[in-house]
DNA sequence: ACCTGAACACCGTTCAAGT
DNA sequence: ACCTGAACACCGTTCAAGT
């Protein structure tokens, strides 16, 4: 117990976050926590470290969470980490693509959720509606998401699957509306969806540093009009 | 000298970027730089230790520039930092406030240039591009613009004077527009504004981060092309 | 195969002087 | 008034075992 009482008592560092953080920290960290097995089989540990970063970055740290942290999260020797992820950018980046995934996710339920036959600047519509609110959902994973240049070296390819994934649902979608007649023929497909891309990153991005100010209820709507604006942009070609 | 060479043989660590940078460090820590003066006068060790950390922002350390590191550049001890900044966020506070400025500034040169009764649209184009060229041209400090979510707590108030200078910019040309029966009558001028900052934020984050894969000249043009969707949007209202 | 312990070279920040 | 030195509690990562 000393050990433990003595870095309670100590005034917590600057890399320490001023939000409280809810910490559950059930057992000292020597002592594995009750009813956690004693050893991983393969993929466990993996799983729960990515699961402990995942919390990390939610609960406000971002990329600045510790390696160590999450290994205390989950009750092994930060040493262990280096068994599942070659370094912190690894698990960072495992991380983020879990985030990319969900949201995907969402868009695709959302775009489910559309009525058959729906014009396509309804549906273009709907998926930055979902890509926004999730953004908004977890601020500071969105956040990761786009922060640590995690594409920068051509390591990570999981996470530009995701990103091509959603890259080409997007277009499928502006195709469709070419093809419909909904947008004009001449329409270069990659770019209407960057250009859409950069929109809902733009609004989210402002509107999660309090840049953009808005009453809770209304970011989205905010979201919303800057998105008609460019789909309204692009159908007038 | 020995100092030195072991620090200089010594395997860098993960904090260290992958990018050599090229680390003037003429002289051993100890001693001063040949030709800099031994105490600095008031106001002087300040702007030194926001150029170093502008430089060490730029060379691409971005946020995680290390307060120790911009103290050794300086060549004074890193305790001095605390005698002109109450922490390291407020010396990366005051280079961030320094990039505003120079993007502000570049702003209004553009705007300068723009012949006279030039239409609304035109304006808000060049503000925009002049925007984006400031952000691509220096795409490690743009990111610690807005990073670090350095309006989180209501310090930093030049900060924000700032860039509420730079949203009464546009907010005018916009109002202008307005007047001039060039955009509806109906236009919510702060809407408007925050529109046409969410997408050239937007279209600048992905050219930097590599999402929007543009050849070097081209990156301007993709830009200007969301930023004349949006622009036609705001015109159809 | 999977995990640990000790060590290393860093951090940001505090306390207590030095000139 | 302005700067320094030593110390503290952290980091991420490496080396060398332990079971």
Redesign the pocket.
């Known amino acids: 117990m000393s050990k433990v009482a ?2 309670a008592k ?6 320490a976050r001023a939000t409280p953080a809810p910490k559950p920290k059930a057992a000292p960290r020597a002592r594995r926590p009750a009813g956690r097995r004693d ?4 993929g466990d ?1 993996r799983r729960a470290l990515v699961g402990a970063a995942l919390d990390l970055v939610a609960e406000g740290q971002g990329e600045t ?5 999450a290994a205390r999260r989950v009750g ?5 980490v ?3 992820f070659a ?3 690894s698990l960072l980046a495992a991380a983020v693509i879990e985030g990319w995934r969900g949201q995907l996710d969402e868009i695709r339920a959302e775009l489910a959720k559309q009525p058959a036959d729906q014009p396509t600047h309804e549906r273009l519509l709907a998926i930055g509606r979902a890509y926004v609110r999730y953004a908004l959902a977890r601020p500071a994973h969105y956040r990761a998401m786009f922060g640590a240049r995690l594409n920068a070296d051509g390591r990570f390819t999981d996470l530009e699957a995701v990103l091509a994934e959603a890259t080409s649902l997007v277009a499928t979608e502006i195709k469709r509306g070419v093809e419909r007649g909904e947008l004009p023929a001449g329409t270069d497909v990659l770019q209407a969806t960057m250009t859409l891309w950069a929109s809902v990153h733009g609004v989210s991005d402002l509107l999660i540093e309090g840049r953009i100010q808005a009453r809770p209820g209304r970011a989205l709507t905010y979201a919303e009009r800057l998105l008609r604006a460019v789909v309204v942009g692009l159908t007038a070609g």
């Open positions: 003595k870095v100590v005034a917590k560092p600057a890399r050893t991983f089989h393969h540990l969470f510790t390696l160590r942290e092994v020797n930060h040493r262990a280096y068994h599942h370094d912190k950018r």
